[in-house]
């Protein structure tokens, strides 16, 4: 079982940034690709970025390319998402996920994975 916490989160201007991290509990996750996903109140849950197990691998949603990055630490306990340029249009619940992984793939679909935090709201105000 794999329990991932996201912190960072909070209210900023639009053109801001901020650094959102998920960190799992008790355990490393460099066995594991990792993705971010968001929700928008009405909306339904989307991806944002993924990075593969070893880092070598990243994939971002057209809206995000180009302003957001994604990163992991050397000891893979924590997964970053740096998110500059912020749009109103950015704010939403962010999630992390996690899976379980013996290749360099990205995952990003919300089914390919098995374990989510509990996420942290991002708002941007115009």
């Known amino acids: 079982q794999v329990q991932l916490v996201e912190s960072g989160g909070g209210l900023v201007q639009a053109g801001g940034s901020l650094r959102l991290s998920c960190a799992a509990s008790g355990r490393t996750l460099s066995a594991y690709a990792m993705g971010w996903f968001r929700q928008a109140p009405g909306k339904e849950r989307e991806f944002v970025t993924a990075?593969?197990?070893?880092?070598?691998?990243?994939y971002y949603a057209d809206s995000v390319r180009g302003r957001f990055s994604v990163s992991r630490d050397d000891a893979k306990t924590t997964v970053y998402l740096q998110m500059n340029s912020l749009k109103p249009e950015d704010t939403a619940l962010y999630y992390c996920a996690a899976r379980f992984s013996f290749s360099t793939y990205v995952y990003t679909s919300r089914a390919e994975y098995n374990y989510w935090g509990q996420g942290t709201q991002v708002t941007v105000s115009s």
């Open positions: 990075i593969s197990r070893s880092g070598s691998n990243t």
